[in-house]
């Protein structure tokens, strides 16, 4: 399985930018899908995670009520709505993809296969 991640860039704060990660390779049954983040100097922290039917999610305190994340099962794709963007929400965001039925885990150790990873720079 390879993810690919786009959509970062350069915004001011208080804007919206929208992450989308596709996911290809050998699919079928349950997975999960999600985002990480990680800021310069500070450990990778997690953002948000999507079950495979796309009902049940989880947001990092620090992200709730400003993303949104949500996925396309026909398209192998994940996406995440930024909105109300802060300084503090600079970052590399990583998507991540795990089969099996691992609930909307907050851990990295949760998962095998990691994006590249896309920037993300808000300024104030």
């Known amino acids: 399985v390879q993810l690919q991640a786009s959509g970062g860039g350069f915004v001011q704060a208080g804007g919206s930018l929208r992450l989308s990660c596709t996911a290809s390779?050998?699919?079928?049954?349950?997975?999960?899908m999600g985002w990480f983040r990680q800021a310069p100097g500070k450990d990778r922290e997690f953002v948000a995670a999507?079950?495979?039917?796309?009902?049940?999610?989880s947001y990092a305190d620090p992200v709730k009520g400003r993303f949104t994340i949500s996925r396309e099962n026909g398209k192998n794709t994940v996406y995440l709505q930024m909105n109300s963007l802060k300084p503090e929400d600079t970052a590399v965001y990583y998507c991540?993809?795990?089969?099996?039925?691992?609930?909307?885990?907050?851990?990295?150790?949760?998962?095998?296969?990691w994006g590249q990873g896309t920037v993300v720079t808000v300024s104030s």
């Open positions: 991540v993809w795990e089969r099996g039925r691992i609930g909307v885990a907050r851990s990295p150790a949760n998962y095998k296969y």
């Open positions: 390779g050998t699919f079928g049954g349950v997975d999960t």
């Open positions: 999507i079950e495979w039917r796309g009902d049940i999610t």
